[in-house]
């Protein structure tokens, strides 16, 4: 089921503007120009290579392929989509708009479906008849044209209302889910009228084949066998599309009246990270004819590392059936699922009919609670330990003074071992006490440079380790004592980003919920999040802005570009997340990768490299085994590794010199090491007895911006 809010979520882009790659396609589409521009120069060698060897006539390869490029949404060498400059970061997405076709290869869809099924066989038997002597032939062709067009006419009639009712049925869904655009408008249209699949599309470009080349040789026999290939093949495709077209509307119509045929959730939906989670789908009255499987699949978000997938056998399905995946990864935040596609598919797989479903859910992973270790930062003559190192002394481990009892003193402080002794009554007083609880706000820095938006992919694992910093900060200094203010940015339920505040001491399931929204985002800086919260602070106590101000500020951050802070608190803290540990370790070399092919554990070794390349990688049958499946899956991470390498580098050289800029600074600054089950929190370089001044105008700043803290 799909949740009520869904906020719509920053789309990555490559910085590769799509002009570039149309100037390339069209100077230099033969040689793969447009493919050496989206940084895939293994493709565009070949390209090469095939044009310069076939003296020009291969170019038309790669000009096809430039073709396709520009229609759809071409990614570039680190997997990131290429589009029009003017659109470049300013993409958003729906989850329900995941995994949708664009505008154009929608209408692309509809009309490459129809041309290949109802168009291309008169355009092949056409062009063999133009260009082969074939007199016999020729005379019966238009009586061959009657019969083609009787045969056919029926199911492209039965294609097109399927089609027309299966879009309308899907449409009314995304009406109701307030998800109704015009891109998933006509990728609900192209979706229903696509029905081959790539064996399909094999089978009837091989049937065509057969009977060109029984034209070219007047083979009569290999043309009655291409004759009966594709009538084999139109009857699967017209019973395909009836099936799609009656049945998918009892299935679609109880969808929408009872909210769930195929009612889809996680179990449990709030979990903590690295809880085991189920994505459960439960199936009920969806019949599944003899000759056809119900398939079910799906591609849970990136960080989720899970494709769903499941297959109903031929029966009728009046009973309930539960179908269950369990996630490999379970890492902390909040997850839209994009809806399954669910389909009718033949025996044979030729053919695949979409039915109109929006089987979604959501998961909310709350950050793990680790304990924090405080490593204080080595003693020097000018600083002093700040609030993260400073002892604690509770009443029961306080120094105290003796002095002669006095009338009125608490009976209860005579010392009587000492009074013995010294002939006198004798009291114990505290030798200082207790001071009163600081008023400490810990800050979650998410802002990132714009820029970085688009690659949040690679350094989402990160933010899990400052938000259990962040909380494991904030549990420390309440069992402390302190007045404890926690603070971040997250999507409200309106779904914009804004400031939060979060009282730590009060409510820890609210922390928890705040610690699983928080994203990177690249709105408010550091400085504004601390404003906020000064304005906050100063509503509570009804007290003028100069009056108010922090005791302590701790800032959990993983910086890249020096700050520009404020000074809201008599003393500041960093906790800095190195981005060089931020990132984990390097990637594998391509070599080890293409031999842990499935992220086991293999090692590079020559046992490991036979074994690859001589067994099959999957379970025999399985798709993955397929020579272009398994080298998308290979360039998926090849993609993946490149774009790791490359922001190592801008990443460390960018938290080096945010680092170096802190250290210089007279805050206090810790290094954020996880280890394990526990964090570990490094002095780097203690407070200086100086830094107590606090900005009489904290608070202030952004008054002028004050409409979109609201």
């Given at each position: 089921?799909?949740?009520?809010?869904?906020?719509?979520?920053h789309?990555p882009?490559?910085?590769?503007a799509?002009?570039?790659?149309l100037?390339?396609?069209l100077?230099?589409?033969?040689?793969?120009?447009?493919?050496?521009?989206l940084?895939g120069y293994?493709?565009g060698?070949?390209?090469?290579v095939?044009?310069?060897?076939?003296?020009?006539?291969?170019?038309?390869?790669?000009y096809?392929?430039?073709?396709?490029?520009?229609?759809?949404t071409p990614?570039?060498?680190?997997?990131?989509?290429?589009?029009?400059?003017?659109?470049?970061?300013?993409?958003?997405?729906?989850?329900?708009?995941?995994g949708?076709?664009?505008?154009?290869?929608?209408l692309l869809r509809i009309?490459?479906?129809?041309?290949?099924?109802?168009f291309?066989?008169?355009?092949?038997?056409?062009?063999g008849?133009?260009?082969?002597?074939?007199?016999?032939?020729?005379e019966?062709a238009?009586r061959?044209?009657l019969?083609t067009?009787?045969?056919?006419a029926?199911?492209?009639?039965?294609?097109l209302l399927?089609?027309?009712?299966?879009?309308?049925?899907?449409i009314?869904?995304?009406?109701?889910?307030n998800?109704?655009t015009?891109?998933?408008?006509?990728?609900?249209?192209?979706?229903?009228?696509?029905?081959?699949?790539?064996?399909?599309?094999?089978v009837?470009?091989?049937g065509?084949?057969?009977?060109?080349?029984?034209l070219?040789?007047h083979w009569?026999?290999?043309?009655?066998?291409?004759?009966?290939?594709?009538?084999a093949f139109?009857?699967?495709t017209?019973?395909?599309?009836?099936?799609?077209?009656?049945i998918?509307?009892?299935?679609?119509?109880?969808?929408?009246?009872r909210?769930?045929?195929?009612h889809?959730?996680?179990?449990?939906n709030?979990a903590?990270?690295?809880d085991p989670?189920?994505d459960?789908?439960d199936?009920?009255?969806?019949?599944?004819?003899p000759?056809f499987?119900?398939?079910?699949?799906?591609?849970?978000?990136?960080?989720?590392?899970?494709?769903?997938?499941?297959?109903?056998?031929?029966?009728?399905?009046?009973?309930?059936l539960?179908?269950?995946?369990?996630?490999e990864r379970t890492?902390?935040g909040?997850?839209?699922?994009?809806?399954?596609r669910?389909?009718?598919?033949?025996?044979?797989?030729?053919?695949?009919?979409?039915?109109?479903?929006?089987?979604?859910?959501?998961?909310?992973v709350?950050?793990?609670?680790?304990?924090?270790?405080v490593v204080?930062?080595?003693?020097t003559?000018?600083?002093?330990?700040?609030i993260?190192s400073r002892?604690?002394?509770f009443?029961?481990?306080d120094?105290?003074?003796f002095?002669e009892y006095?009338?009125?003193?608490?009976?209860?402080?005579?010392h009587?071992?000492?009074?013995?002794?010294?002939?006198?009554?004798?009291v114990r007083?505290?030798?200082s006490?207790e001071?009163?609880s600081?008023?400490?706000?810990?800050?979650l820095?998410?802002?990132?440079?714009?820029?970085w938006?688009?690659?949040t992919?690679?350094?989402d694992?990160?933010l899990?380790?400052?938000?259990?910093?962040?909380?494991?900060?904030?549990?420390?200094?309440?069992?402390?004592?302190?007045k404890?203010t926690?603070?971040?940015?997250n999507?409200?339920?309106?779904?914009?980003?804004?400031?939060?505040i979060?009282?730590?001491?009060?409510?820890?399931a609210?922390?928890?919920d705040?610690?699983?929204r928080?994203?990177?985002?690249?709105?408010?800086?550091i400085?504004d999040?601390l404003d906020?919260?000064?304005?906050?602070?100063?509503q509570?106590r009804?007290?003028?802005?100069?009056d108010?101000?922090f005791d302590?500020?701790?800032?959990?951050?993983m910086?890249?570009?020096?700050?520009?802070?404020?000074?809201?608190?008599r003393?500041?803290?960093w906790?800095?997340?190195?981005?060089n540990?931020a990132?984990g370790?390097p990637?594998?070399?391509?070599?080890?990768l293409?031999?842990?092919?499935?992220?086991?554990?293999?090692?590079?070794s020559f046992?490991e490299?036979?074994?690859?390349m001589?067994l099959?990688p999957?379970?025999v049958g399985?798709?993955?085994?397929g020579?272009?499946?398994?080298?998308?899956?290979?360039e998926?991470?090849?993609e993946?590794?490149?774009?790791?390498?490359a922001?190592?580098?801008?990443?460390?050289?960018a938290?080096?010199q945010?680092l170096?800029?802190?250290l210089?600074?007279?805050d206090?600054?810790?290094r954020l090491?996880p280890?394990g089950g526990?964090?570990?929190l490094?002095?780097m370089k203690?407070?200086?007895?100086?830094a107590?001044q606090?900005?009489?105008?904290q608070?202030?700043?952004?008054?002028?911006?004050?409409?979109?803290?609201a």
């Amino acid at each position: 089921m799909q949740s009520s809010v869904r906020p719509r979520r920053h789309q990555p882009t490559s910085r590769i503007a799509k002009e570039s790659v149309l100037v390339a396609w069209l100077l230099l589409g033969a040689f793969g120009g447009h493919r050496f521009v989206l940084g895939g120069y293994t493709v565009g060698g070949i390209y090469t290579v095939l044009t310069l060897s076939t003296c020009f006539l291969g170019g038309i390869v790669g000009y096809v392929d430039g073709f396709f490029q520009i229609i759809g949404t071409p990614k570039d060498q680190h997997g990131l989509p290429v589009v029009w400059s003017w659109k470049r970061g300013k993409l958003t997405i729906d989850p329900l708009e995941e995994g949708t076709f664009t505008p154009a290869e929608s209408l692309l869809r509809i009309l490459g479906n129809i041309f290949l099924l109802f168009f291309l066989p008169y355009v092949v038997v056409t062009a063999g008849l133009t260009l082969f002597e074939t007199r016999e032939v020729q005379e019966t062709a238009s009586r061959f044209g009657l019969f083609t067009s009787l045969f056919l006419a029926p199911l492209f009639l039965v294609q097109l209302l399927g089609t027309v009712r299966k879009a309308r049925l899907q449409i009314g869904m995304l009406e109701k889910a307030n998800a109704s655009t015009r891109r998933t408008r006509l990728d609900a249209i192209a979706r229903a009228a696509s029905m081959l699949t790539p064996r399909g599309t094999l089978v009837l470009l091989t049937g065509l084949a057969f009977l060109v080349l029984a034209l070219a040789y007047h083979w009569a026999q290999l043309g009655v066998i291409a004759v009966l290939a594709l009538t084999a093949f139109y009857l699967v495709t017209s019973a395909s599309a009836l099936l799609s077209s009656f049945i998918v509307g009892r299935f679609s119509n109880n969808l929408l009246e009872r909210g769930a045929v195929v009612h889809r959730q996680y179990t449990p939906n709030v979990a903590r990270a690295g809880d085991p989670v189920k994505d459960v789908l439960d199936v009920k009255g969806v019949p599944v004819p003899p000759g056809f499987f119900l398939t079910v699949a799906g591609t849970l978000p990136t960080r989720l590392a899970t494709e769903v997938r499941h297959v109903l056998l031929p029966k009728s399905r009046e009973e309930r059936l539960s179908l269950a995946v369990h996630l490999e990864r379970t890492p902390r935040g909040t997850y839209d699922a994009p809806p399954l596609r669910i389909a009718f598919t033949d025996l044979l797989g030729l053919t695949s009919s979409n039915v109109a479903s929006l089987a979604t859910a959501r998961l909310r992973v709350l950050p793990a609670v680790r304990p924090a270790e405080v490593v204080a930062p080595p003693p020097t003559s000018t600083e002093e330990p700040d609030i993260l190192s400073r002892p604690h002394r509770f009443p029961t481990e306080d120094l105290f003074r003796f002095r002669e009892y006095v009338a009125g003193d608490d009976t209860r402080r005579i010392h009587w071992e000492m009074s013995l002794r010294a002939g006198r009554m004798i009291v114990r007083t505290p030798d200082s006490r207790e001071s009163s609880s600081k008023r400490v706000v810990v800050a979650l820095d998410t802002w990132v440079p714009p820029d970085w938006l688009d690659h949040t992919g690679v350094i989402d694992d990160a933010l899990d380790s400052c938000v259990e910093a962040w909380l494991a900060v904030g549990q420390r200094l309440v069992e402390q004592g302190e007045k404890v203010t926690l603070l971040l940015v997250n999507r409200a339920e309106d779904g914009t980003l804004r400031p939060e505040i979060v009282a730590a001491s009060s409510n820890h399931a609210h922390a928890l919920d705040a610690g699983a929204r928080a994203e990177w985002q690249s709105t408010f800086r550091i400085e504004d999040v601390l404003d906020y919260g000064v304005r906050g602070l100063a509503q509570d106590r009804a007290a003028p802005r100069e009056d108010v101000s922090f005791d302590n500020a701790i800032v959990v951050t993983m910086r890249l570009m020096p700050p520009n802070m404020p000074r809201v608190a008599r003393e500041t803290t960093w906790v800095v997340y190195d981005p060089n540990d931020a990132l984990g370790p390097p990637p594998r070399t391509p070599m080890e990768l293409w031999v842990d092919y499935d992220d086991t554990g293999r090692t590079l070794s020559f046992k490991e490299v036979m074994k690859r390349m001589f067994l099959l990688p999957f379970p025999v049958g399985a798709e993955e085994n397929g020579v272009l499946s398994r080298m998308k899956r290979l360039e998926g991470r090849m993609e993946d590794r490149a774009h790791r390498l490359a922001l190592r580098q801008s990443a460390v050289w960018a938290g080096r010199q945010a680092l170096n800029a802190m250290l210089a600074q007279p805050d206090a600054v810790y290094r954020l090491e996880p280890l394990g089950g526990r964090l570990r929190l490094v002095g780097m370089k203690g407070s200086a007895r100086a830094a107590r001044q606090v900005d009489v105008h904290q608070g202030q700043r952004a008054v002028g911006n004050a409409a979109r803290y609201a």
